[in-house]
C-alpha cells in the first residue's frame, strides 16, 4: 500500500520521501483506522489526506473552516492534475449543483466543504449518497470548546458520520497540541488514544535561547544592528510595547516596520506589505501579526516579552527560518513579563479557564529557566519524542561549569516549609534575602532561622533561582487569586539530603556585565 503512496507523492507533488511521521499516519488511515493527527503549521498535514484520497476508491470529503485557504488547496491540487473541488458560501447555488454533480459522477477524487454546509441537512443526505472512503477534518480543534477557536457547526460532523451506510475513516488534523484539546478530540470523533501521531515539532535549523534579566533595549539595538541585513520579527505582549520598542528602533535610525490591533487596517496592511516585500527588514508586532503570513527568509524572532505559553511561543517563534536556513529564536525574559501575563489571563471573559490558562504559563516560565536543552523541552511539551538534545541552542552551547548548589537549594526549601507553604515566590525571595518590608515584619518572617539566610544574592537572583528550582520540580506554584509556592516529594528528598542539584554559574551576572559593555 505505502508503495502506492510513494508514487503518488512523487508523481503529483514532485518529493521523493516522507516526512517523519506522515508515512505512518498514512499507513495507518490506509488501514481504515480513524486517526488523530497532530502536527505543527507547516509539518505537512495536507499530504496525509491527499495520499490516501488518492489512493481509495471514492470521494474523500475535507472540512475545512478557511475558505481562502481552501482555494488555495483545490487551486494547487488541479493544477497537479488532482480532481478536486470545493463548496462554501462564495459559491452560487447553481456553481454548488455543478460540483455536486461531478462529484456524483466520480469525478472529484477530494471535495472540500465548510463546516457550516454541515448544518443544512439536505447538503448532508446528499453527501451521505456519495461513496465517502474518508472524511478529513482539518483545524479539528475547532470541534473542542477547549480550542482557541471553538465552532459549533463542527459539533455536526458527528451526526453526519452516521448518515453513511459505511462510515468513513475519519482523520482529524491540527497543530493545537495540549492534552485537553486533542483528549477531546478523541472523545467527540471516537478516536483511540493509540491512534493519535504528535510528530513534527522538532526545527532542525532553529536555535533558541532565553536571556535572563538583560537589557532589553540595549540587547535588541545591538542585536538588529549585527543582523541588520536580515529579516527578523520582534513580538512584543503589549500595543504599548510594541510602540516603544518600535520608536526605540526607528529613533535609532533602522528602517523597521510595526503592526498591532489598535492600528487602523490599511496602515497595518501598508506595514506588513513594507516587510514582506523586504522593503523593512525589522517588524515590531504583536501577535496580531504573522497569522496566514508566508515570508520564508526570517533569520531572526526575538521576543522582547514572554508570551503567554508554549503555543503562542512556538507559533511565533516558528515563523523563523521556513526556508530551512539557519535562524534564532531569542526570548528576552524578566520577572514583569509574568506579572502582564497573569493579568491579561485574568480578564478572561471565561473564568473557567483560567486554571488552564495558568498552568499553561507555568510551563512557559519553566521553559525560560531550564537548563535542559530547549528545542526538547519544546518538543517534550507537546508530546513529540525527542530523539537526542538539539545542540544548537543557548543550553546546549552553555559551556559554564556546573555548581552544586544543593546547600543553597535547601535553604529555598526549608524556607518554604517554615512560611507554612502558604506564601509566594516574591514574600519567599524577600524573606531569604532578608528585607525589613513590611508584610515581612508581619508575618514575624523576621524571626525565622531561615530570614536573610541568602543574603549573598540579591532579590532577583534568588527569584531566579526560585524559578529554577520550579523548573526542576523541586517547588509546586498553586495557582489562586495568590499564586503560593510549596516543596515537592522531589524537593523533600533535597531537603533531607537525599538528591542533590547542579546548576550552571548564575546567568543574571554575567548577562548584566554584557549589557553594560
Ligand atoms: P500544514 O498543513 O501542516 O501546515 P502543509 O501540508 O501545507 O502543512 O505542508 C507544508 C509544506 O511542506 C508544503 O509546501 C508541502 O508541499 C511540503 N511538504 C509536505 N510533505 C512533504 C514531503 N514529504 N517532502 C517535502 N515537502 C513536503
Redesign the pocket.
Known amino acids: 500500500m505505502l508503495q502506492e503512496a510513494i508514487k503518488h ?1 512523487n508523481t503529483y ?1 514532485g ?5 517523519t511521521g ?1 508515512s505512518q499516519i498514512i499507513e495507518n488511515v490506509l488501514q481504515k483506522q480513524d486517526t488523530l493527527v497532530i ?10 489526506y ?1 495520499i490516501p484520497a488518492l489512493c481509495l476508491e471514492g470521494t474523500t470529503v475535507v472540512i475545512s473552516p478557511l475558505i481562502s485557504l481552501m482555494k488555495d ?1 483545490v487551486d494547487m491540487l488541479v493544477s497537479s492534475g488532482i480532481k478536486a473541488a470545493y463548496i462554501n458560501s462564495s459559491l452560487s447555488y447553481d456553481e454548488v449543483q455543478d460540483v455536486m454533480y461531478a462529484v456524483r459522477n466520480g469525478d472529484i477524487k477530494l471535495l472540500y466543504i465548510a463546516p457550516e454546509r454541515l448544518e443544512n441537512e439536505r447538503f448532508c443526505s446528499e453527501l451521505a449518497q456519495i461513496k465517502v472512503p474518508l472524511l478529513a477534518i ?1 483545524e479539528a480543534h475547532c470541534i473542542s470548546q477547549w480550542g482557541h477557536d471553538f465552532r459549533p457547526s463542527y459539533r455536526s460532523i458527528q451526526q453526519l458520520l452516521h448518515l453513511w451506510n459505511v462510515k468513513p475513516t475519519v482523520i482529524a ?1 491540527t ?1 493545537t497540541a495540549t492534552e485537553e484539546v486533542s483528549a477531546d478530540i478523541q472523545k467527540l470523533l471516537s478516536i483511540e488514544k493509540s491512534n493519535t501521531f504528535v510528530t ?1 515539532f522538532a526545527r532542525e535549523n532553529l536555535a533558541f535561547s532565553v536571556l535572563l534579566g538583560e537589557n532589553k533595549e540595549a540587547y535588541i539595538k545591538k542585536y538588529v544592528k549585527a543582523n541588520e541585513a536580515e529579516a527578523g520579527i520582534i513580538y512584543a505582549a503589549t500595543r504599548k510595547a510594541v510602540e516603544s520598542v518600535y520608536e526605540m528602533l526607528y529613533k535609532a535610525g533602522f528602517a523597521v516596520a510595526k503592526y498591532h490591533g489598535g492600528m487602523f487596517e490599511e496602515d497595518r496592511t501598508y506595514e506588513q506589505n513594507r516587510f514582506l516585500n523586504d522593503e523593512v527588514q525589522i517588524m515590531v508586532a504583536t501577535n496580531a501579526f504573522g497569522m496566514g503570513i508566508n515570508k520564508t527568509n526570517v533569520r531572526y524572532v526575538l521576543h522582547y516579552n514572554m508570551p503567554r505559553n508554549m503555543e503562542s511561543y512556538y507559533q511565533e517563534a516558528g515563523r523563523a527560518g521556513r526556508d530551512g536556513l539557519d535562524s534564532e529564536c531569542i526570548l528576552l525574559y524578566s520577572s514583569s513579563d509574568e506579572q502582564t501575563q497573569r493579568f491579561l489571563i485574568d480578564q478572561a471573559q471565561d473564568r473557567s479557564r483560567i486554571p488552564f490558562e495558568l498552568e499553561k504559563l507555568h510551563a512557559m516560565i519553566d521553559y525560560c529557566h531550564t537548563e535542559r536543552c530547549l528545542q526538547s523541552y519544546i518538543i517534550d511539551y507537546f508530546g513529540d519524542e525527542a530523539e537526542q538534545d538539539c545542540g544548537r541552542c543557548a543550553n546546549c552551547t552553555d559551556d559554564r561549569p556546573q555548581q552544586n548548589v544543593t546547600t543553597d537549594a535547601q535553604k529555598v526549601l526549608s524556607c518554604i516549609v517554615r512560611m507554612g507553604q502558604k506564601f509566594g515566590k516574591q514574600m519567599t525571595a524577600s524573606v531569604l534575602a532578608g528585607s525589613r518590608s513590611k508584610k515581612v515584619l508581619e508575618f514575624n518572617f523576621h524571626k525565622l532561622p531561615t530570614y536573610g539566610i541568602l543574603r549573598g544574592m540579591n532579590a532577583k537572583e534568588i527569584s531566579s533561582f526560585i524559578e529554577f528550582l520550579i523548573s526542576e520540580k523541586l517547588i509546586i506554584v498553586h495557582n489562586g487569586q495568590f499564586p503560593t509556592i510549596s516543596i515537592s516529594d522531589l524537593g523533600k528528598e533535597v531537603l533531607l539530603g537525599k538528591e542533590q542539584v547542579f546548576r550552571k554559574e548564575a546567568r543574571i551576572v554575567q548577562a548584566t556585565v554584557e549589557a553594560n559593555d
Open positions: 507523492l507533488f518529493y521523493n520521501s516522507f516526512r506522515q502536527m505543527p503549521t507547516g509539518g505537512g498535514k495536507s499530504v496525509c491527499q488547496q482539518d488534523l497543530a513534527g
